[in-house]
């Protein structure tokens, strides 16, 4: 049996992993604002990138996180390498062949599926058309992240945090380099110059496969095209996908549908929306995503050993983690919004008004963090158990919930209100799948989940008073703000307010605050020492 590591520790890696990923992906998003600015280009791309990125969210990486990982875990743990990998093999070939065919498929209805979402861009000539003609360009990306989502998915089950939570950096590489060279030789061929990021986007899915591939290989995976549909496992993985992917679907879903509303609500509201949600995955990544990225292999490993009470402490131990990290994460950005989206991304063609607006939906966004993590967490455990019904309801009642909220608070704050709305469910989801897993579990220790939860909330109340405090008093003292001041105002800021959160955190006895401090600390530390 593998011998599993600290749960902090590998969220740890995870962690630092994803927040290399996040900040080449800001850098990404700089680069690509700065050249094209949030107009109709910019809104093209982004209904186009959501179309094959939702499926891919919904049929790649959400259903194999539910349905795969628990079953290629149990497959190592009970019955060894050799049938894991050729689980392994027939999965990656089942994954490949459906995905193209859907591929295929949306090739040839690029037209409809664009007009379906975003049919107010007909309205502005040429709009329409270049979202079908990125839409075609982006399709096979959807192969590519399934692929590797399966990879990401066997690494994980052998304690390989780091490696695939970096692997999505390479994504974000591609596309810089993409955005910053290509345009001109899109316009030599005459095709329009923003195609050089779907370009980019395509290769930066070839990337996350190689960069795995290497990781896998030192395991002793090697590639075999395995197509055996009458496996048990496969069948049984297949099973588990239909409702896994709709049991991960709430959030997905929810981001689609703000996309898709905010088409009507004039030039710019999707790429603000869309531009606002990313740097608010910024701390889902890396207080929800890695630590759910941790707690789902073990927590399966545990089921496959019939040990309800590992189950219930890692599952316990997580939440505890997420709550210490996401309520600071959830009060620094509603504190410090609009610095913060000045500094990333106010150059070039994306003005101060679009700053504004981005600034208003991440606050609104940021409301939701905890829900959109917990469920991020819980969900997929779920699937471990075998209860496969409740995550399914939880996240058809969740997209529900959204879909009435953003009916209702559109017309009153126009594309705000599908933030908020996002949020509203984004709670609703968590929280009822927290009660439900309690359930199933005997309890989630309530207790001192909710004293962390009281605790972080003191904490950094105090840390989003000294930011803001400090931010005030540097912009008032720097008379030119021009980029660098503004950065060295909100770097003072931050500092100083995770200084206070520390101590504060310290006082407070908050255990699992000092736990991340520790494993990121001894993380990074082995970084530097190679």
């Not at 995870?14 to 949030?38: H, K």
């Not at 531009?275 to 889902?284: D, E, K, N, S």
């Not at 509603?334 to 106010?346: G, M, Q, Y």
Request: charged share 10%.
């Amino acid at each position: 049996m593998i011998a599993e590591p600290p749960l902090a520790r590998s969220a740890g890696a995870a962690g630092i992993a994803t927040l290399t990923s996040r900040i080449l992906g800001v850098v990404r998003d700089q680069v690509v604002l700065a050249v094209f600015g949030a107009g109709n280009d910019m809104d093209a791309f982004t209904v186009a990138f959501r179309i094959p990125n939702l499926v891919r969210d919904l049929f790649a990486e959400g259903a194999m996180s539910a349905a795969f990982v628990p079953t290629f875990t149990r497959h190592m743990t009970l019955e060894g390498r050799p049938a894991a990998w050729r689980l392994a093999n027939n999965v990656i070939t089942a994954l490949a062949i459906a995905t193209m065919v859907l591929v295929v498929v949306g090739l040839l209805l690029a037209r409809p599926l664009a007009n379906a979402f975003a049919g107010d861009y007909a309205s502005i000539p040429g709009k329409l058309e270049l979202t079908v003609h990125l839409t075609r360009i982006m399709l096979p990306f959807l192969t590519l992240a399934a692929i590797a989502a399966a990879m990401m998915g066997m690494l994980n089950s052998l304690h390989h945090y780091f490696m695939p939570a970096v692997s999505p950096a390479t994504f974000n590489v591609a596309t810089i380099v993409a955005a910053v060279a290509l345009p001109p030789v899109m316009i030599a061929a005459g095709l329009p110059a923003i195609s050089s990021i779907a370009i980019g986007a395509v290769a930066g899915g070839v990337t996350q496969i190689l960069v795995q591939w290497r990781a896998l290989h030192r395991e002793g995976f090697r590639y075999r095209p395995v197509a055996d549909w009458h496996d048990p496992a496969l069948r049984r993985i297949l099973v588990l996908m239909g409702p896994g992917t709709i049991g991960m679907a709430a959030t997905q879903v929810n981001v689609f549908v703000n996309t898709l509303l905010a088409t009507s609500e004039g030039t710019g509201a999707a790429t603000w929306l869309t531009y606002a949600f990313r740097l608010m995955y910024l701390p889902i990544g890396l207080f929800g995503v890695s630590i759910a990225t941790v707690v789902l292999p073990a927590a399966a490993r545990h089921a496959a050993l019939e040990d309800p009470v590992a189950i219930r402490r890692t599952v316990s131990r997580g939440l505890g983690l997420m709550l210490a990290l996401n309520i600071p994460a959830t009060i620094g950005l509603i504190a410090l919004a609009v610095p913060i989206v000045r500094v990333l991304f106010e150059h070039g063609r994306f003005l101060s008004s679009d700053t504004d607006a981005v600034a208003a939906a991440v606050r609104l966004y940021a409301i939701g963090l905890v829900g959109y993590s917990a469920a991020r967490i819980a969900s997929p455990v779920f699937y471990a158990l075998g209860r496969n019904r409740a995550p399914v309801v939880v996240s058809v009642g969740a997209v529900a919930v959204n879909i009435a909220a953003s009916a209702m608070l559109v017309g009153v704050l126009g594309f705000r209100g599908l933030a908020l709305a996002t949020s509203i469910a984004a709670m609703a989801h968590g929280i009822a799948l927290l009660v439900l897993l309690g359930r199933e579990l005997g309890g989630l220790e309530g207790e001192h989940l909710a004293a962390t939860l009281v605790k972080s909330v003191v904490a950094s109340a105090a840390m989003a008073a000294t930011a803001r405090a400090t931010h005030a008093w540097v912009t008032q003292a720097i008379q030119d703000q021009n980029t660098l001041a503004q950065a060295s105002s909100l770097a003072l800021a931050i500092g100083a307010g995770v200084a206070v959160l520390a101590i504060t955190a310290k006082l407070l006895r908050i255990a699992e605050f000092d736990e991340a401090v520790s494993a990121a600390t001894a993380q990074a530390r082995k970084l530097l020492d190679g």
